[in-house]
């Protein structure tokens, strides 16, 4: 069935990728979407016999992917490519290293029911860009990002697409809350880097004093750092939480800490 139509292009930066577990963050959204194009390439062995070919092997190389959207805000531009943005300024460096992550979009097909796809593990390069005078005609210059996708470590799969016709398919509503995983390893998650988080951060809300003072913080940032703390104890105690709830609580709980940190008043 063909596809005429791109919409509603996502990421998320993947943190960790190795045999045993993996780990995005959350998923953000690049608005404008224009085109995808997604070029797999194979390398292949071939081997003669008998005047004929006998055998031949194929294996997945590079998967070279390209977007182009309508704008990419500077932020999400710093975010992709691994740059630095502060006080309103993309600041590119020759150190820069653009991180892993995985690419979500949807293609409205023939029928009027979409294709949903999320590339797994890739990595940007760095942009290109083209400027020209303005002219009598019009001439739209949108940003086009490169990628280099390749299969995850954790399973090996380097993509997952799902049609939303299939009978069999039901999480449409939800594809671009996560980049899908597979049901992680049995092993008991590891809790102790956030038992150490919670310890941490108990013990700097307990020495922090509620007031309107210098060196004290405002109710309202007392409060939420206090529920955060809250969310990290509720998967401390789950025996059923997976890695990966874990790993997402300590980071959610460590930039808990950090902006109540930064609400204490100096001044």
């Keep these: 069935m ?15 990728d190795t045999k045993s577990e993996i780990f995005y963050y959350d998923v953000e959204e690049i608005p404008g979407a224009i085109n995808a194009k997604i070029n797999p390439n194979v390398n292949t062995q071939e081997l003669y016999a008998d005047d004929q070919l006998w055998e031949s092997i194929s294996a997945l190389g590079k998967i070279e992917v390209e977007i182009e959207t309508a704008d990419l805000p500077l932020p999400t531009r710093a975010r992709v490519l691994g740059n630095k943005y502060e006080n309103g300024i993309l600041v590119e460096n020759k150190d820069d290293i653009p991180p892993y992550l995985a690419l979500g979009f949807k293609s409205l097909r023939k029928g009027g029911k979409y294709r949903y796809i999320w590339l797994l593990k890739g990595v940007a390069q760095p942009m290109g860009e083209d400027f020209t005078t303005k002219k009598d005609n019009v001439e739209h210059k949108t940003p086009v990002i490169r990628f280099t996708f390749m299969p995850r470590t954790y399973d090996g799969d380097w993509k997952r697409t799902a049609d939303e016709d299939s009978l069999d398919f039901t999480g449409a509503d939800s594809w671009f809350s996560e980049v899908p ?19 941490i951060a108990q013990g700097v809300l307990q020495t ?33 939480a997976t890695q990966r709830d874990v790993d997402k ?10 902006t109540f940190q930064g609400a204490k008043i100096l001044e």
Excluded: C, M, W
């Design 249 to 258: 609580a300590k980071v959610n709980l460590s930039l808990a800490l950090l």
């Design 2 to 16: 063909s596809q005429y139509g791109l919409k509603d292009i996502h990421f998320a930066i993947l943190e960790r």
């Design 181 to 199: 995983i597979d049901s992680p390893p049995l092993s008991p998650a590891d809790k102790s880097e956030l038992l150490s988080a919670i310890g």
């Design 208 to 240: 922090a004093t509620i007031g309107t003072g210098i060196g004290e913080y405002p109710e309202t940032d007392y409060l939420i750092f206090s529920n955060a703390i809250d969310d990290a104890q509720v998967i401390s105690n789950n025996n059923k």
